[in-house]
């Protein structure tokens, strides 16, 4: 990928920032982490979904079914938004409200084909943006982004955990 050119034609280095005291690289993580979020969070694939019902969907699609009070711990949500939520996205028929068959008494949330094809296209469209991004770094860049996939997934799955 050839260099970004100063107005006097010349080629100029893009050099990675120094490394950042401990004391900085949190808030610096965390809005980058924030701002790729917010990015990403605009793709849409012919969804009538907003960001929380698609992060709904996600957690039911990975959970295959789900409580409605597990839904609500797991996404942050009052019972009152939650309801509604479900009310829209069952309407639109993305997901089904059933029986859990181990407790005939509860309520278990399934999605459905429909809702798992509105998933994995908003997912595709995400990663190809993702891919497309990551070809326009430099080669630099791009490397020390895959290097760092391990340690980000590791960070991912120890923040909010109880410590040890």
């Known amino acids: 990928m050839p260099q970004p050119s100063s107005a006097s034609g010349a080629e100029v280095s893009v050099q990675p920032p120094p490394i950042e005291p401990e004391s900085v690289s949190g808030p610096r993580l965390r809005a980058a982490v924030l701002k790729l979020s917010r990015r990403l969070r605009t793709i849409e694939v012919g969804s ?9 969907l996600a957690t039911i699609v990975r959970s295959g079914q789900i ?51 509105t998933h994995q296209g908003l997912r595709d469209a995400r990663a190809r ?33 109880p410590s040890p």
């Not at 009538?48 to 709904?56: D, G, I, K, V």
């Not at 980000?152 to 799955?157: P, R, S, V």
């Open 48 to 56: 009538s979904l907003t960001p929380a019902e698609f992060s709904a």
């Open 129 to 161: 943006l993702l891919e497309a991004a990551l070809e326009q770094l430099p080669a630099a860049s791009r490397q020390a982004v895959l290097e760092a996939l391990p340690g980000l997934e590791a960070l991912a799955d120890l923040v909010g955990q």
């Open 67 to 117: 409580r409605p009070s597990v839904l609500a711990q797991a996404e942050g949500l009052n019972p009152t938004m939650l309801s509604r939520m479900l009310a829209r996205m069952t309407s639109t028929g993305v997901v089904t409200r059933g029986v859990d068959p181990r407790d005939r008494r509860a309520v278990v949330l399934r999605p459905t084909p429909e809702g798992r094809r």
